[in-house]
């Protein structure tokens, strides 16, 4: 069974046993678990259920395994015959986690086995 989930702006198709690399947010720590509650889609085949826009009472748990960094961004601004140059950079700040377990509301029962 996959879900798919949502954080940080962006989609992510994840299964138990998953290690996944998603934005970084405020007040989480490497080895604490977290549930995700954004839940798009859950389940596989005939037994996809499909959100409006969330899934009622699906959650992915998810443990933060390490913080990094992604690559540098270079933006370089110009103005020709201006004398017109700014340079400048960024490197998002990336969490790295591990999918512990999905929990939906019709297949909590198969999920805890």
Do not use: C, W
């Not at 299964?15 to 389940?43: C, F, H, Q, S, W």
């Amino acid at each position: 069974m996959y879900a798919i989930m949502k954080t940080g702006g962006k989609q992510y198709k994840v299964k138990a046993g998953d290690k996944v690399t998603v934005e970084r947010t405020p007040g989480m720590k490497v080895g604490e678990t977290v549930e995700i509650v954004e839940v798009l889609a859950i389940g596989e085949g005939a037994d996809l259920m499909v959100g409006a826009p969330f899934v009622a009472g699906a959650s992915i748990q998810a443990k933060l395994v390490a913080e990094t960094r992604g690559p540098k961004i270079v933006i370089f601004k110009k103005n020709r015959r201006h004398n017109y140059r700014r340079k400048n950079g960024h490197r998002q700040d990336l969490a790295q986690i591990e999918i512990l377990g999905i929990k939906g509301a019709k297949s909590s029962k198969k999920d805890s086995e």
